[in-house]
T-cell receptor, first 115, second 115 residues
Framework: AQKITQTQPGMFVQEKEAVTLDCTYD???????LFWYKQPSSGEMIFLIY??????QNATEGRYSLNFQKARKSANLVISASQLGDSAMYFC????????????FGKGTTLSVSS | GAVVSQHPSWVICKSGTSVKIECRSL??????MFWYRQFPKQSLMLMAT?????????EQGVEKDKFLINHASLTLSTLTVTSAHPEDSSFYIC???????????FGDGTRLSIL
């Protein structure tokens, strides 16, 4: 069975600083995908970044990058130059690449950015 | 592209009422949609996988007769909470994806409050 672990219930960072949100995973599948989503207080799930298990390069999307260490089964999200609008809940998720399978989520990390 | 619309966004109703929540993929066809439930400050828990033209697959512990899922077309899945009680109050969110490798796209969720 797949499992996602996020060990940081809350993180605090000042504006313009970088922050790393931790995520480790467990799976016996060889082919899988790792995702990060942002959920502001309004509730919608905003897709941030994706890393495939066979991707050799770490994924990047603007201020977001994913530090993928396959041997350690970790997929940490790095947010550079934090902004006040980054304050939200962040979920790490994974899915195997079989047809029709759902995302499984970690418990989430609440990020608070202060000025 | 890849927009998922969920309706209604907020429901308040009396105990014993049945509530129907709709999830539509607006610009793509989704053979599979997923229904999640989220309690405050917690993660998204997969309730069921909805397959067009066939019965939904429910996760362990989710009552099939309580949470009726119908996926009658490639763009619409519905979740009906039957005879809702206060303990069913939660945030329900659906998701779909248009191709197997793409990230899941989420509706904006439905906040259900049972009085």
């Amino acid at each position: 069975a797949q499992k996602i672990t996020q060990t940081q219930p809350g993180m605090f960072v000042q504006e313009k600083e970088a922050v790393t949100l931790d995520c480790t995973y467990d799976t016996s599948d060889q082919s899988y995908g790792l995702f990060w989503y942002k959920q502001p207080s309004s509730g919608e799930m905003i897709f941030l970044i994706y890393q495939g298990s066979y991707d050799e390069q770490n994924a990047t999307e603007g201020r977001y990058s994913l530090n993928f260490q396959k041997a350690r089964k970790s997929a940490n999200l790095v947010i550079s130059a934090s902004q006040l609008g980054d304050s939200a809940m962040y979920f790490c998720a994974m899915r195997d690449n079989q047809a029709g399978t759902a995302l499984i989520f970690g418990k989430g990390t609440t990020l608070s950015v202060s000025s | 592209g890849a927009v998922v619309s969920q309706h209604p966004s907020w429901v308040i109703c009396k105990s014993g009422t049945s509530v129907k929540i709709e999830c539509r993929s607006l610009d793509f066809q989704a053979t599979t949609m997923f229904w999640y439930r989220q309690f405050p400050k917690q993660s998204l828990m997969l309730m069921a996988t909805s397959n067009e033209g066939s019965k939904a697959t429910y996760e362990q512990g989710v009552e099939k007769d309580k949470f009726l899922i119908n996926h009658a077309s490639l763009t619409l899945s519905t979740l009906t909470v039957t005879s809702a009680h206060p303990e069913d109050s939660s945030f329900y969110i659906c998701s779909a994806r248009d191709r197997e490798i793409q990230p899941q796209h989420f509706g904006d969720g439905t906040r259900l409050s049972i009085l």
